[in-house]
């Protein structure tokens, strides 16, 4: 095995799928990049469900023909028993290449990943856990590894990506700026199945169906296999807390008419799983030097399968801004500026629909006027399903992100999230006997979505946007004003 290096253009802490992209899209680029691990892959991991918009990101990283030929179940889109409604998504009906996805064992998904980002020339190295990071000034600049064996060193970098996940290393040990949606702390329930009822003509689709404390999902893994899982609140989970939690998932599965049915031919073949998922975000994502990507910035329900969309999509933006730093294309500032925009953008469009979507009650017509309301296209003349499809399949975020951003959308998102903001305290207070915490929580989180709402009056991140072709980095629309040389590269 060779040795980590003392040294490192590009420091990456993570190899899940934030990890990875962002360091196979810089290895690609020319740079050098060190990816530490804490664990051996393949390893564990929830969050199988992917959005159509993961095929334009295997396309840049050239994974795409591995994804394809390792036979992961194709998704076709969702089918939704919500509320009063029953409906099916199908993503056959966008336009363009993002016509299907795929739902994937994350052992397999994240370790196809990170070896293809060995094979791009990053400097991968697992079960290897960075311990601690040390600063020159506010600047990350070195960062303390270890390894079961004993084993110890030090490695210094000139720019850093956290990828650290929910662990999240920058912002829960060094900023402290991380903050919790008070509404959205969920615990889910889950295990596999086998033999259980697909769904007829939509086999691979991932199946959600509401219950009055939650949801729950059946993802379908193969032919045989499906994660069926439960999401319901803390203070419902705490106040079942003396039953088995087995009982609580199967209490819950039997409040669910489409999941009940689906599993009825089956047995359960795995333990019972439960996590928090609590919803978090940080109050900026990146800084002098450093990049905050995927679950290491923000969490959102998964309501959505929203997850390694936004991770692999905030590594694309972390490596394009990296890469135009280090080319002398942008300066720190303005690259940090649209990384925090462009996340936040990301990150609060679901968000705001994943609020509009707990409100059960609402019908489909009102999530496709929201997701139109959301959306810088205008569908209204064609079928809103459209605006609703692009969005959820992540396509609208990818298309943002290439082409200067749109205040028209981050004005409409400010004022829904106002909407919201205000809809879920109310029924929180209503719920919820520790009101005075439970509002000082959602404030602070609120203040932190929408951190990014200031930065558009300095107008600095205007002008920039992705490019991928012929290379990947930002680009400006207007002309470029002279850069101070960054001396970094
Ligand atoms: C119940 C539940 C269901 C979900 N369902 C979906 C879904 O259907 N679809 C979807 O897209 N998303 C889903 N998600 C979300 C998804 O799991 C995450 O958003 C996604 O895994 C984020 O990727 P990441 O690369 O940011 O982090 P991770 O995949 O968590 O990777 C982070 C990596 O960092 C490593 N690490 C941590 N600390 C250190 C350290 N100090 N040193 C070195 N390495 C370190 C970890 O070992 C890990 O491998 C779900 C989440 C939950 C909780």
Redesign the pocket.
Known sequence: MSIIPNSTQILV???????STAATLLAREGFDVTL????VFP?Y??????LPSALEIFDLLGVREKVEAQGFQRKPGAYLEWGKEKWSLNFGELTGDHTYSFQVRRAEF?HLLLEHSKSQGVKVFEG???RQISFDGDRPCSAIWSQSNGDKGEISFKYLID?????G?MSTRYLKNRHQHNVFQNM?IWGYWKNVKRLPGQEGAIAVGSIPEGWLWG?PLDEETMSI?VVIHKTAYKERRTKKLEEIYADAIAQCPLIQDMIAPGELVSDVKV?Q?YSYTSDYFCGSGYFM????AC?LD?LL???????TYSALLAAASITSILRGEVNEEQAANFYDKSYRQAYLRFLVFVSAFYDQNRGKDSYFWEAQKLSRHDFSGADLKLAFLNLVSGVEDLVDVQEALPDLVVGEMSKRIKENHNLRQDKQVLKDKSTDAAIQNNAQFFNAVEGFFSLTAAGAIDGVYVVTKPRLGLAHTSPVRELEPSGLA
Do not use: M, N, Q, Y
């Open positions: 802490i993570g190899g899940g799928p934030a990890g530490l691990e804490r664990d390893r991991h929830i969050g199988e469900s992917l994240d290897t856990e960075i990828a650290s996940g929910r662990a290393i889910a993802i899982g996590e998922d990507s995927g679950d290491a969490f998964p399968s929203s997850g390694v969309h936004l991770a």
